[in-house]
């Protein structure tokens, strides 16, 4: 008989079995034999890809006897895996060798154990022994020696989702399902915690692994209480079950295979908590050891699996959700959680159209409450971005719906990023963002989707039907809303800028804490950890472009913008101030020339004619044109015209300003007072009551007179002037009633605008025979205020420098030109000249900085095609006024920074005029003068006849020493203009003299 020899290998293999007759019941290979086999490969390590084959065999042979009952083919595949795991546990470093042979065996038991036991369903050993098999594999991967896409491809891929299935098994038998996800979510565990993961594979994986970690630990499975308990546990390294995941992985040596097994007679099976808590420690240690890019990828199977894929949506679940987002951002590495915020924001805006859905509402919740945990922070997260994309998810939302029931939710996450704060610019820079959608929605109607585009997702909204005036003005109203809570929200949850930094003085004097306080502290130190209070203060100038919103022809969105000022100035601008700070003056010469405007203008609509001929993206320069086109209208227009509640809301604004406890300064003050006369003369003179509408114009008449005297009041109290207070008093006393309806505060969350109160038509009494003259003796008034021993502290000017300030000629134009450079009665500090009492820009900017800040920002009217070279030729007029001592303009250039066209949402060259909101289709019919209603000419006019006026007076443009009696100096415009001398870049350019070729010699 022919003997034919068995190959060493299968014959090693074969040992390890016991005789067929013998192989019932046996489940463990023969010790002895195993030795030798795993001696072998590892001596021969070219020999392990025939030890796998021989396996293979072995493991396809018994797995198709098995779902048939056949008892000695179960034990063979058991004793088959126990070879496995051995073989791939001590030859680790050869492991690539029986590679792929390992993954066919591990994928014929996964197979043949779901029908292997008693009634066909899963069998709980071979289930068991095959997940510790997995384990063992994975962890024992390296894949910079075998290529995870070949030998690691689909039979892998298969593998995980096979174990997926059984970590969500489900049966009548609570302790068996128990068993059997544990058995699952081990084999997780090790693809989890192997090196095979982090390769390019690593999104098909994720799609694998995050569904089942999910599915164990729904508010179904344990209460919310108790999942939150159980999620604190494993944060914190101490789980309930901690045999699976660390919260550090392990080198490859170090990785051994976890205890599983079938059920134990007499022992108890395991409960849900350890079911929950080993999916927590799995899912923590996935997000832990991620990085940015690699949360990213996690965070799409999660959506997934929430939007319902291969079972039933999860959004309904809003307070599991909240659970869900706040423990995946706890779980990931604190350089990388703000990348599960941002995916959620994303995810939002992606996916917002339409009606309003569980979902959008559910992500806002979310987005809200991780923003909102106090002991979550949230470093590297760019709050631009956020407030970009929030910001036009809103305005897309307006337009879709004007009662859409999103809005309040998008409002509250809006105001949330004002919870944590991470670098000392970022409220002013959020403030900029949205006062820079709002420029961009004063734009024409075509520019509505510039408004509405998102930061980095390069998008605008498909929704932009529903762009008309209603629209556009509701979506102005809940920026301002929101741009209000975000100010409320940061003083709420820190403290003040002053009180930080005393606070951070005196511990620098405290000793050095210990202990664990000491680790602690220098742990925050190291990572840059910030709280609400240390920050920069919002610039005043930030808000300068919405001051023109006082004038808009929307009442609601006027009340909106008087809450934002009030809001501002008692939380954000409580502290006192330089009074030559350019900023708050920028803002309150803004506020006076839209309150101006408000109070007087019969109609706040312009013709289509003067809106269209507006050519700068600033705001502020709407009020000239609705100023000019008011002196053009015959009759007054009580829907389009100010109503009760904006007189109230003018006052409240107006003292505030001028009050040092309000959140105004001496800055505010020397801006306010100058338009207080002028609106007391223009009062008198203006609203006089004809036949059309009598009682309307009494009525606003009164009001004007009202906010004068409150104003007044509140000078003369605040700054010890007792002739402002008797004068405010006699004007009180003087007045039928001196009643105006309350400013409401701003609601909590955001709700429908209120309907307007208007002034009723009828049942004015009359103001006596001196209603048409002025209230208020301006000579007197500045004279006391001149004398103030506080207001010259406060300014440290001297009283003749302050009469000369507070008697220049003032008009809106003017005003709005002092409120873009933010002008202030003080001569340039930072070139160490002057003796404090000439009248110039705010110290510490430079004038030429201002101007080409100015030129570039297309605010001046002269300024819209000059270029360096006239830019040159400014700056050296502007020095020459220094040099002189006369009036210059100062401010910052941040100004200019927040009314860019550029910066207002991509608004960028080539976009069609802007307007201010409401002014397309007016009433009052005024049009367009041919230059436009804002001419450089115009201008320039009132300029000089201004400076010759306060020149001859003694007034603006006089010297310090010699600004009294008649050999008072002639102001320095008006010297510049009896020398010739052009004081713009236009005149400029006009007298520029023609070049001539020079002759040949």
Known sequence: MLCIPTPNHRALVTGCYPPPKKLAGVEKPNSNELGKLVYYAQSKPAKLSKVGKVLEERAASDARNVPSGGEKSRCGLLITLAILKNLVTDCRRDITYISKSAQVVLQHAVTASAKAGAGGRRDLELSARASSTFFAFASAIDPSRSSVEGDLGNSYLALLRGFSEMAMETMQDQEDQNRFRLIGLGALSGAVGSDALYTPSFAQQIEAIVPPLLGNIQASILPLEALETEAQKTISGTPSFSEFASATRKRPGHRRAPSLSGHIAGEKGPDRIQVVSASMGILQSLFRHADATQVQEAMRPVFKWMDGRGGSPQWGQEDWACFLAKTLSRSTALQYRFVVLTSFIEYLVEHCEGPPQTKHATLLAMITETLRAKDLTLIGLSTSDAMNNLAGLLVRRVHFDLKDPLLPQIVEAIESLASHVYYAEQLNDMAEELVARIVALTQPETDVGEATRTSHLGRRASVTAKSGEEQRMESIRTLLFALTRTIVVANTAG???????????????????????????????????TTAGTRSRIQPNVLTPTAALLACSDAPVRLAEAQLLLTYLQLEATEQQDASSSEIASLAHGVAAAAHVAALSSSLRLSSSAASALQTGNPMEALVALDRGDARAKASTAAHSAVPLDYSSLAEVFTHLVAPRGGGTAAGLLAIVPALFSLDRS?????????????????????????????????????????????????????????????????????????????????????????????????????????????????????????????????????????????????????????????????????????????????????????????????????????????????????????????????????????????????????????????????????????????????????????????????????????????TVEEQEQHKPALVAPHAA
């Open 683 to 983: 009062a008198a003179t203006k609203l006089v009551p004809d036949a059309a509408s009598p009682a309307i114009v009494a009525q606003r008449r009164r009001a004007c007179r009202l906010v004068l005297a409150k104003v007044w009041s509140t000078i003369g109290q605040e700054w010890n002037i007792s002739p402002a207070s008797k004068e405010a008093k006699a004007v009180l006393s003087a007045l039928p009633s001196n009643q105006l309806p309350p400013v409401p505060a701003p609601h909590p969350s955001l709700n429908l605008a209120a309907e307007t109160e208007l002034f009723p038509e009828s049942g004015a009494n009359g103001e006596g025979s001196g209603a048409a003259s002025e209230c208020f003796g301006k000579s007197g008034l500045v004279k006391a205020i001149a004398a103030s021993q506080e207001v010259q502290d406060s300014t440290g000017l001297s009283a003749a420098a302050i009469e000369r300030w507070l008697l220049r000629d003032w008009s809106v134009s003017i005003a709005v030109d002092d409120a873009n450079v933010g002008a202030t009665p003080y001569a340039a500090d930072h070139h160490g000249e002057g003796d404090g009492d000439g009248l110039g820009g705010a110290s510490g900017v430079s004038r030429i900085q201002i101007r080409s800040a100015a030129s570039g920002a297309g605010a001046g009217r002269a300024g819209a095609g000059a270029g360096a070279g006239a830019a040159s030729t400014r700056s050296g007029v502007e020095d020459l006024r220094q040099a002189l001592g006369s009036r210059t303009y100062g401010g910052s250039a941040s100004v200019k920074r927040a009314i860019s066209p550029t910066a207002a949402s991509g608004v960028g060259k080539g976009m069609p005029a802007p307007a201010l909101p409401g002014l397309n289709g007016g009433d009052n019919g005024a049009s367009a003068p041919p230059n436009g209603p804002t001419s450089a000419a115009e201008r320039r006019a009132s300029k000089r006849a201004s400076r010759i006026h306060s020149s001859s007076a003694g007034g603006v443009g006089a010297s310090p020493s010699k600004g009294k009696g008649a050999g008072a100096t002639p102001g320095v415009g008006g010297l510049l203009d009896s020398l010739g001398i052009a004081s």
């Open 495 to 529: 403290a003040s800028d002053g009180e930080v930094r005393q606070a951070m003085e005196e511990d620098l004097e405290k000793p050095a804490p210990k202990g664990k306080d000491a680790a602690k502290t220098q742990a925050q130190a190291k990572l840059g950890i």
